[in-house]
């Protein structure tokens, strides 16, 4: 019987056994308040799939402090990369790291999913690519104490001979007093369950679940993981079906939202599938993020909770599920009245989570949280590179428990002669009054090089078909607008070259997409090809955006006190097939920095015939038509020989 159709009992304390009798350097008595450890437990451990069983498994043990050390934040990074021999995943499928067991080998299975990733469409990513992606998991930490078994689940059928990834799995944990003292955990609904099959009704499965608090409890918190998946007759429910949940807890409703999370923003881009595409509380590339609701609860009699799923039916072919996880964990109150932390650094950063945004010389961005008993309604923040720090006085309503980003005014100065340095935040003074616990008020992150361009340069913006969905935006360090065009101002299949001058200084470049499907993007081919670029006033290149953007590109540059920065040598010359799958006839746009004498060619995918040939004179940039609908369907290769340097694109013919 599950445990969402089970009366739960009342909560006992966890106790986990140790299995060592020597204890490492994580043992609490040498550590301090602050102290960061890092257990990893999956190592660059190359994984594939299971075409046989859709599921395979990787089971890892890991040592973690002995239950002495108390946890202040327990965050889990997870790293993909493609793996040495081998392409890197084709299909975005499920992957769940999972708690197995802790305590030994014979310890009873706990099943617990510590956080789920969806994995990329990783098929056109280089050898060399990696990306990092981190979720709080502090809700478990109770858990993680001496020896547990920590487990990589990769979902799909995709075949294992020539494609898989290489996965890290790292917790950090900072040690110190925890904000609020835990006392247990239940297990609330795990499991897939179908949707819109009147033989299986949702409502059925989900059943209301009655919990007692443990004795000192004030409140629970609700934590849940839950994506939808299958694509319907119906709807495509319930990967791309926009459903609203509802939680109610003694039958109150008290939490309602719709699952669903927009993709165009994906820091990881581009990738080769339907990346851009909205999505059921998921995106391909992505963490999985938990909904987590805190609720105040009497532990003298039974509560009451439910989840609730917005009807629906599918008479016909019902194939639509939700991947649901759900826990309930139980604390006291915090223990400090004024306790507030800064919880991240988004910009500057060098994060591959927040390599969208980055690098910037202005504006920074930072995420504090509020972990005392009284809302916070001040702090004081310092902050910047190296002497002359900065300093903002935020004033706001932040309950416990809550989180909030801060933009912070005024520019960030550069680190050292190769722009790289260490920017550094301090909170003081939450409410007017000292920080009870200040081990958490401090964190650095590494700033990063920040483009540099000419005063006077010239925004080449080639628009596509879909324009009214695009506009730019020029702004200075203070969000002041330099130079805009909106869309109405957009002609479609038109070539604008704007010739902008910025003083010496910090700027932001925008350049939107509202329907998230940027200036290129093989699925919708009748949109068209359009393009964004820096260029110096000899037409020469100094930024090329990939097209296929998603919703934005979000470009922080420099003017003036310096060498502008070109790109290197292997950007040019621009290549880039429109559509690369076609039914036999593409255009390419080429760009060369000069007029260039170039040979542009196809060839079948073994290279044994050459299928196109053109020969360009003197040419420096352009749309050049490439017909191959005598050829048959198939892998070809277009390849640009220009001054010794040959330029390969993959295209594909598909009728």
Wanted: glycine fraction near 8%; hydrophobic fraction near 35%; charged fraction near 25%.
């Amino acid at each position: 019987m599950s445990p969402a159709q089970t009366m739960l009992k009342r909560t006992t304390k966890i106790a986990l056994s140790s299995l060592v009798a020597v204890l490492y350097l994580t043992s609490r008595s040498v550590a301090a308040d602050g102290d960061v450890r890092h257990v990893i437990s999956h190592d660059r451990v190359l994984v594939v799939t299971d075409p046989s069983d859709g599921s395979n498994s990787y089971p890892k043990w890991a040592l973690f402090p002995d239950s002495s050390a108390e946890y202040r934040k327990v965050t889990l990074w997870i790293t993909y990369e493609c793996p040495d021999s081998l392409h890197c995943g084709e299909w975005d499928y499920i992957d769940q790291v999972m708690l197995r067991r802790n305590g030994g080998e014979s310890a009873k299975p706990r099943n617990i999913e510590l956080a789920r990733m969806i994995s990329p469409y990783g098929w056109r990513f280089g050898s060399d690519w990696s990306f990092q992606w981190h979720v709080d998991i502090t809700d478990f930490a109770l858990l993680l104490h001496d020896s547990v078994e920590i487990e990589f689940i990769h979902t799909g059928y995709e075949s294992n001979a020539d494609r898989g990834w290489k996965v890290t799995l790292d917790f950090e944990i900072s040690e110190g007093r925890p904000s609020m003292r835990p006392l247990g955990f239940d297990t609330l609904w795990c499991g897939s369950f179908p949707y819109g099959d009147t033989a299986q009704p949702i409502e059925n499965l989900l059943k209301p679940i009655r919990f007692y608090g443990p004795v000192g409890s004030e409140f629970a918190r609700v934590r849940i993981h839950q994506t939808g998946h299958g694509m319907d007759d119906s709807a495509n429910c319930a990967e791309f079906c926009r459903k609203y949940r509802q939680l109610f807890f003694n039958d109150t409703l008290f939490a309602q939202r719709f699952l669903w999370r927009e993709c165009g923003d994906n820091p990881l881009y581009p990738q080769s599938g339907t990346w851009i595409f909205d999505r059921a509380n998921w995106c391909p590339g992505a963490v999985v993020y938990p909904d987590q609701y805190d609720l105040p609860i009497d532990n003298s009699r039974a509560q009451l909770i439910d989840l609730q799923m917005e009807p629906y039916v599918n008479p016909n072919k019902p194939s639509a599920n939700w991947q649901i996880y759900s826990f309930l964990f139980y604390y006291e109150a915090p223990w400090a009245r004024n306790d507030v932390s800064i919880e991240e650094i988004v910009a500057p950063s060098r994060l591959t989570e927040y390599s969208r945004m980055n690098p910037v010389c202005g504006q920074p961005r930072i995420v504090i949280k509020n972990n005392g008993r009284d809302t916070l309604r001040s702090v004081n923040i310092e902050y910047g590179v190296g002497d002359g720090p900065q300093t903002f006085g935020w004033i706001g309503s932040l309950a416990t428990n809550a989180a909030t980003e801060i933009v912070l005014p005024g520019r960030i100065p550069m680190g050292d002669a190769n722009g790289f340095g260490q920017f550094a935040v301090a909170l003081d003074s939450p409410n007017g009054m000292d920080d009870e616990y200040p081990a958490d008020n401090r964190m650095r992150s590494q700033t990063a090089w920040t483009p540099r361009y000419p005063e006077t340069f010239i925004l080449a913006i080639k628009t596509n078909r879909d324009s009214m969905q695009n506009s730019y935006r020029i702004t200075d360090a203070d969000g002041n607008i330099v130079r805009e065009r909106t869309a109405r101002q957009l002609a479609a299949n038109t070539l604008y070259l704007d010739t902008l001058t910025c003083d010496s200084g910090c700027y932001r470049l925008q350049v939107e997409d509202t329907a998230g499907d940027g200036l290129d993007f093989w699925f919708n081919i009748d949109g068209g090809y359009g393009y964004a670029r820096i260029l110096d006033m000899d037409g020469r290149l100094v930024r090329s955006f990939t097209s296929d953007f998603g919703c934005n590109i979000d470009e922080w540059f420099l003017t003036g006190g310096g060498s502008v920065t070109y790109p290197p040598d292997s950007v040019l010359p621009i290549v880039q097939p429109f559509p690369p799958r076609n039914q036999g006839k593409c255009e390419v746009d080429l760009f060369f920095d000069r007029p260039t004498d170039a040979i542009l060619r196809v060839v079948t995918e073994d290279s044994s015939r050459t299928v196109f040939n053109q020969a360009l004179i003197s040419f420096k940039e352009g749309l050049v038509p490439v017909d191959l609908s005598g050829e048959p369907d198939g892998i070809y290769w277009l390849k640009v020989d220009a001054d010794g340097k040959i330029v390969t694109r993959r295209i594909r013919l598909k009728r």
